[in-house]
């Protein structure tokens, strides 16, 4: 019996509650087997196409106020959480080995001196023409970037995640053997001063959230689980080869070499990286559809301090 | 040291973001010297004014889905829960008798055979003139009644609470002396088929569901912090008598006589005797300022057995 950190695309959740509820039965397929094994976990969610949603409607309503971007995630997490342990629920329900699930709505600290307040990158919410967006900017402050030719959109920073500050909440569920959705969309983004936690406009990676969440409860492995089954150098080309096991070692050639995505296996594979590293402990980069292999280290992408 | 529910309406927190954070400040002020006391905890919440404004973003904007509910309730949840989480957080900070504090997302079930869903009387969401009420009720099935000379709105039911869906969470967080939010909004609302658990169009009271998370986690008392500093009799009339002690028997006179407003004090004082009755326990009535009285019994009404 061992301890996981799952982390799950916001990608795979859909555009719409039904869509959500569907796409979530089968993760809760793809999972039960991990908790048919016994084994304890935390599961991390993305949500970035939920957070975005839930931002466009209070910006498109007219007679709702504006809703800064840190309560959004929070909304995020109620609703993703929700799908989610019900989902689990539905699916463990009549089986003997039947766990209690629930959501821990979770901040996770930032640092207000990490660099990334300096150079907002993550795109977020609606998108506007020029002209609109230059008067926003004006009169709100966002830096507004032009978005994959699609038009203008606001951008936030993407700090490093410090602390979990709900840690004391995961680990007692955690040790009763209960299963925990937490630090969703990679958490709400606080900062301290003097002491005190204050929401900001931000966007915490939801893979570099799951790893420091790995370290913090003790995981034996943080397991990502995305869209493609496993890491290639010279992904999507005539000469791609997928890495079975690769070592830290290994990884910074291949990241030296330029071989992973930014804004997709990037990211993931520097969060397995940061956690193995700190740890000494396996993290593993696998297709949803393949977790109970991955688990048994029969899939995906091993990597390895 | 003991064990308490206290129930927060929805009215005090306000109508955005910041507002809502600063009227939290006030109810954590209130509410630490109980936690300095050793007391353990669950805060139940009230979300009408909340999940309304959530549920009518997403109806008036033009480019994000139909948001159930059922959803938008966990989103309440979500966005209520960050900020008592982060408000208790806050105050605590510094003093030696700091506790872990988080919100759990919860459901709860109540039974699709309860009358309220034959008598759906629960107004939420936008208003519309009487043309569209009748579109929007022909087209999706919505109950639509006049409200209050303000134009239609859609009715939904407001079934019992039956059972808490993730108290082992609760449980497990109040074994640890954490103090724990939860069942915001009276909870999710959710109905079980073939054991399996599926959201409804709902609302539950907040005081019933406060009463129900008390009996079920084994509380000392139920305390109902509200707006008024009492329960009265013939209230707002020259004769008004204030309560500070009442049994179960009183109360079901006071009852027949009608004394208590439908839809405001009444269902407090239902939840309290369902609890009382339940338990042989006694409910507490009180304004929030007065929350340190009322818990050494010296403020607001004592509903006793």
Known sequence: MSRYVISLGGNALGNNADEQKQLLRHVAEAIHPLIQAGHDMVIVHG?????????????ESSST?????AECGAMSQGYIGFHIQNALHN??????????VSTVVTQVLVDPE???????????GAFYNETDARTLARSTGYVMVEDSGRGYRRVVPSPKPVDIMEKDAILALL????????????GIPVIEKEGKLFGVDAVIDKDHASAKMAEIIGADALVILTAVDAVYLDFNTPDQRKLA??????????????HFKKGSMLPKIEACMAFT???????VIAALDDAALAF???AGTIILP
Request: hydrophobic share 35%; glycine share 10%.
């Open 47 to 59: 949500n970035g196409p939920q957070v975005g949603m839930i931002n466009l409607s209070f910006t």
């Open 65 to 69: 106020p504006m809703m800064p971007f």
């Open 91 to 100: 699916i463990m329900n009549g089986h003997a080995d039947s766990r209690p």
């Open 114 to 124: 990490d660099p990334a307040f300096q150079q907002p990158t993550k795109p977020i």
């Open 175 to 186: 040790d009763q053997h209960q299963i925990v959705i937490a630090a969703g969309g990679g």
């Open 245 to 258: 096991k690769v070592t830290l070692e290994e990884l910074d050639v291949f990241l030296a070499d330029d």
């Open 277 to 283: 590293k700190a740890t000494g402990r396996p993290s």
């Open 296 to 298: 048994q280290q029969q």
